[in-house]
């Protein structure tokens, strides 16, 4: 018997309810039925974006709202600044260059969150700044930036707005959109909404909306405007992807069944069970000072490769855990526990590392990582 588990940061798995749904006959998405399906998912997104702006919803991976988030706000000659520490960090700096877009990166080492006085530094300097972009979880390296100490800064600036990429953070742990004066928030349906990849969101503030009204940089399918209309009819500009509508119903529903505190609150307890269990084995985080409680990004020790772990976590239990990108690649695996994942998943991922490790040789005692974890589950 084969059974598969997935622990990768994204896709992530699914809630039998909401595959269920997914599964039931595809209604037409100009019909009345599905004009009240849109309707209940925007007031759900917006308990979930704690925002009461509307929250737009694009038939893309995650990047299409990223791209969005350039293109729709920025006019011809705006500069930008960006926190690079990773995968994602890097991405804003390249949908800007393909917009030609000037941009300052704030060059972050990987595992480590973004100091903010830099970015405090930087934008005293250059005043000018239209948008600064960041990731509120950076899921290449496992770390969470200081988003609410960010936005602080960035509030003082009347005609710059921050930008968040809360792609592995909301849903995650506590992200306040309004509360925290965040101008643009974007998350993507294969994480802890708990979906299969191929929805995007986008959330603007009034501020953001009011640089959308004067951006003259190109764009059709990502337009904000024309979709903020049409979400304000219960549609879509375009065919949407109809059955990832109807799993997001429900995966509000239980999102908001269970709370956002709790659901805050589980992810925090997944995430320090993890990490225990991590440290009680010997081995060090990647991201120990800020880490995000999407993932944990673990370090390889000496002679352990990690695409050899990884591929023998498939090989051996049927468990996708992620690699390392780029500067770490081999260096790292990542383990995730965003979205539809209990007490108990985390201890069986940590039994099969453990399991892995001691195949691989690494000398610790077996049964530490589970005990550290339960140790922490148990609380
Ligand atoms: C923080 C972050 N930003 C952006 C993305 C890109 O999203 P997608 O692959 O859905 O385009 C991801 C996906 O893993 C992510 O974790």
């Known amino acids: 018997m084969e059974k598969k588990y997935l622990f990768s940061p994204g896709p992530t798995m699914l809630p039998p309810e909401v595959l269920l749904k997914m599964a039931e006959p595809i209604m037409h998405h100009r019909e009345p039925e599905f ?28 990047t299409g709202a990223m791209e969005g988030a350039v293109s729709n706000i920025l006019s011809k000659g705006d500069k930008t600044l960006l926190v690079r520490g990773g995968k994602f960090g890097e991405r804003w700096g390249e949908i800007c260059k393909a917009y030609g877009i000037e941009f300052i990166p704030i060059d972050v080492e990987w595992g480590k969150a973004v100091d903010v006085k830099r970015v405090q530094e930087i934008l005293a300097s250059n005043p000018s700044i239209r948008v600064v972009y960041t990731q509120a979880s950076e899921t290449s390296t496992g770390v969470m930036h200081p988003i609410k100490e960010i936005a602080e800064i960035v509030k003082k600036y009347e005609q710059t707005v921050l930008v968040v990429d809360a ?41 953001a909306w009011k640089l959308v009204e004067r951006s003259d940089l190109p764009k059709f399918y990502f337009d904000f405007r024309k979709e903020l209309k049409n979400a304000q009819k219960n549609q879509n500009a375009f065919t949407p992807a109809i059955s990832l509508f109807v799993g997001l119903r429900e995966s509000l529903k239980l999102i908001q069944r269970e709370g956002l505190e709790a659901v805050f609150k589980r992810h925090e307890i997944l995430a320090e069970a993890t990490r225990a269990a991590v440290k009680a084995l010997g ?35 049927g468990i996708t855990v992620a690699g390392g990108q780029d500067q770490a690649k081999g260096k790292i695996i990542r383990i995730a526990h965003l979205g539809y994942y209990e007490r108990l998943d985390m201890v069986m991922v940590i039994s099969a590392l453990e399991m892995l490790l001691k195949q691989l040789g690494y000398p610790f005692e077996l049964g530490a990582g589970v005990r550290g974890a339960e140790e922490i589950l148990m609380k």
């Open 167 to 207: 792609i592995t953070g909301i849903g995650v742990f506590n992200i306040p959109m309004d509360e925290w004066g965040l101008d643009l928030v974007i998350s993507g349906s294969q994480k802890a909404l708990m979906l299969p990849p191929g929805l995007a969101f986008a959330a603007l503030s009034d501020k």
């Open 283 to 317: 081995l060090e985080l990647y991201a120990p000072d800020s880490p995000s409680n999407a993932l944990t990004a673990v370090k390889m020790p000496e002679g352990i490769q990690g695409g050899k772990l990884k591929n023998l976590f498939f090989e051996k239990f």
């Open 35 to 62: 004009e009240k399906l849109f309707a209940e998912v925007r007031e759900g997104l917006k308990y979930l974006f704690q925002t009461k702006n509307e929250v737009l919803i694009f038939t893309s991976s995650g």
